[in-house]
Antibody, heavy 124, light 106 residues
């Protein structure tokens, strides 16, 4: 059974850093692209970042480019999102999402599993 | 970037109604579009994959159609459990979501 368990959400001050983790089970990260999607309070869904199954390709949304870094640890079957220079508008629930396949030519096959989300609050 | 525009933003309907939600892409995305349902405090649940494929376990009153830039989600006969927010998502290039359509009880 596929499971995605996010952790690491917290209250952080503007300008601070935070690392989110997504522990995956029931499949191997090497075979699938993994993404992060966020949702600000009362707002819609926003695609944040994706990492390919090989780990060699990583892409970011414009709003987080240069500030967030996606990575993964194959031995732990875990995906990470390192967030720095955090701003108030980064406040959101962050969902870890599994793609149905790997990433080729800047596209995947759509998402099939979502985690329950972890809340990041950026405030002084 | 591919922009996704949903309409309407809010829809008021009654149990038993047939409702349609539209999604327009800023460029052609072929059929690389999914539809989700989200309820408060929960992760989105996928309903339709690749524009028109009903996801396993999803009731047959949900259907999707379209290709290129114009897509539609139809609920043939609204049930009480269907009142929620619906999103379209493209994955032709990276990914992006529509702004959502809130389906309310009239």
């Amino acid at each position: 059974e596929v499971q995605l368990l996010e952790s690491g959400g917290d209250l952080v001050q503007p300008g601070g850093s935070l690392r989110l983790s997504c522990a995956a089970s029931g499949f191997s990260l090497s075979d699938y692209a993994m993404a992060w999607v966020r949702q600000a309070p009362g707002k819609g869904l926003e695609w944040v970042s994706v990492i390919s199954g090989s780990g060699n390709s990583r892409f970011y949304g414009d709003s987080v480019k240069g500030r967030f870094t996606i990575s993964r640890d194959r031995s732990k079957n875990t995906v990470y999102l390192q967030m720095s220079s955090l701003r108030a508008d980064d406040t959101a629930v962050y969902f870890c999402v599994k793609d149905r396949g790997d990433y080729y030519d800047n596209s995947g096959l759509g998402f099939d599993y979502w985690g329950q989300g972890t809340l990041v609050t950026v405030s002084s | 970037d591919i922009q996704m525009t949903q309409s309407p933003s809010t829809l008021s309907a009654s149990v038993g109604d047939r409702v349609t939600i539209s999604c327009r892409a800023s460029q052609s995305i072929s059929s690389w579009l999914d539809w989700y349902q989200q309820k408060p405090g929960k992760a989105p649940k996928i309903l339709i994959h690749k524009a028109s494929s009903l996801e396993s376990g999803v009731p047959s009153r949900f259907s999707g159609s379209g290709s290129g830039t114009e897509f539609t989600l139809t609920i043939s006969s609204l049930q009480p459990d269907d009142f929620a927010t619906y999103y379209c998502q493209q994955y032709f290039i990276y990914s992006s979501f529509g702004q959502g359509t809130k389906l309310e009880i009239k």
